[in-house]
C-alpha cells in the first residue's frame, strides 16, 4: 500500500517544509519545481506555463508510484507500504482529482489519497513573490470538505438506485432521464417506477466522472435520496 498524501494550503503556508518535516526520506513533489532549477536552485516563474508545471508534476508523481508498486515489499499482497507527497495549493477540488483519478487507475487497494490543509499562523513568508491580491483571491475560493462521507466508489457491474419522494405521474417521462444520461455515458436505464429509477453502471467511471455523476444527480432530481449502489455484478 503506499499513501499519497496531498498538503494544501496558499502560498508561503509552509507545505512542502511540512511536509519534509513530517516524511523524513518521502518524496515530495510540487508544481513549483517546474521553474527550479535543479542545479542552482534559482525560482523563476512564469505564470503562461503554470497548466504545464501541474501536468509535469503529475506526471512525475505517477511514474514515482509506478515504480514503488513494483518493489517486491508493494506488491499485491506484499504487506508493505510506502508514502508520497504533493505540496501544491490545491484551493479547489477539482485540482485534486487528477491525482484521485491516478490513485482509481493503479488501483485503491494499492494507493490510498489523503488531503492535509496547511494554516499559515506563523506569519510564513511567501517566497514566490506571489501577490497579495492573488493570495486573498486563492483564500476567497479555497474549498474544503470536513464531513465524512459514506459512498464508496462507483464500480463496473453496480445498480445504481434514485428515490424520487415525489412520484412521478408518468413514468415514461421521469423527470431528468434523457438529462441524466446525456452525462453518464456508460450507464443505462435498467428500471423505472412512479417512486424510483435504476441504473446500471457499464464502465468504470473515474474520480471525476463519479463525483460529476452524482453531482448531475442531486442537481436533477434534488428531492431524491442519494445515488446509492445497489449490488455489484460478481
Given at each position: 500500500?503506499?499513501?499519497?498524501?496531498?498538503f494544501r494550503g496558499l502560498p508561503g503556508s509552509g507545505k512542502t517544509t511540512l511536509a519534509n518535516l513530517l516524511l523524513p526520506g518521502a518524496r515530495v513533489f510540487s508544481a513549483d519545481d517546474y521553474f527550479t532549477d535543479p542545479a542552482s536552485?534559482?525560482?523563476?516563474?512564469?505564470?503562461?506555463?503554470?497548466?504545464?508545471?501541474?501536468?509535469?508534476?503529475?506526471?512525475?508523481?505517477?511514474?514515482?508510484?509506478?515504480?514503488?508498486?513494483?518493489?517486491?515489499?508493494?506488491?499485491r499482497g506484499g504487506g508493505g507500504a510506502g508514502i508520497v507527497?504533493?505540496?501544491?495549493?490545491?484551493?479547489?477540488?477539482?485540482?485534486?482529482?487528477?491525482y484521485y483519478d491516478m490513485a482509481w487507475d493503479l488501483g485503491s487497494d494499492r494507493v490510498q489519497v489523503h488531503s492535509a490543509v496547511v494554516e499559515n499562523r506563523h506569519q510564513g513568508q511567501n517566497i514566490h513573490g506571489v501577490p497579495s491580491e492573488a493570495i486573498s483571491k486563492m483564500a476567497r475560493r479555497f474549498e474544503i470538505?470536513?464531513?465524512?462521507?459514506?459512498?464508496?466508489?462507483?464500480?463496473?457491474?453496480?445498480?445504481c438506485l434514485v428515490r424520487y419522494?415525489?412520484?412521478?405521474?408518468?413514468?415514461?417521462?421521469?423527470?431528468?432521464?434523457?438529462?441524466?444520461?446525456?452525462?453518464?455515458?456508460?450507464?443505462?436505464?435498467?428500471?423505472?417506477?412512479?417512486?424510483?429509477?435504476?441504473f446500471s453502471v457499464l464502465s468504470q467511471p473515474t474520480y471525476q466522472?463519479?463525483?460529476?455523476?452524482?453531482?448531475?444527480?442531486?442537481?436533477?432530481?434534488?428531492?431524491?435520496?442519494?445515488?446509492?449502489?445497489?449490488?455489484?455484478?460478481?
Open positions: 500500500m503506499i499513501h499519497l498524501i496531498l536552485g534559482e525560482y523563476k516563474f512564469d505564470g503562461e506555463k503554470t497548466k504545464e508545471a501541474h501536468q509535469d508534476c503529475q506526471r512525475r508523481v505517477r511514474e514515482c508510484l509506478e515504480r514503488m508498486l513494483k518493489a517486491p515489499q508493494l506488491k507527497a504533493v505540496a501544491n495549493t490545491f484551493t479547489q477540488e477539482w485540482e485534486l482529482t487528477p470538505s470536513l464531513s465524512p462521507t459514506s459512498e464508496r466508489p462507483l464500480v463496473a457491474g453496480d445498480e419522494k415525489t412520484p412521478a405521474l408518468n413514468t415514461l417521462t421521469f423527470p431528468g432521464v434523457d438529462e441524466v444520461l446525456r452525462d453518464m455515458p456508460g450507464w443505462k436505464v435498467e428500471s423505472i417506477d412512479s417512486f424510483s429509477i435504476t466522472d463519479d463525483r460529476k455523476i452524482r453531482r448531475r444527480l442531486a442537481e436533477l432530481f434534488p428531492e431524491d435520496g442519494p445515488a446509492e449502489p445497489k449490488k455489484t455484478q460478481g
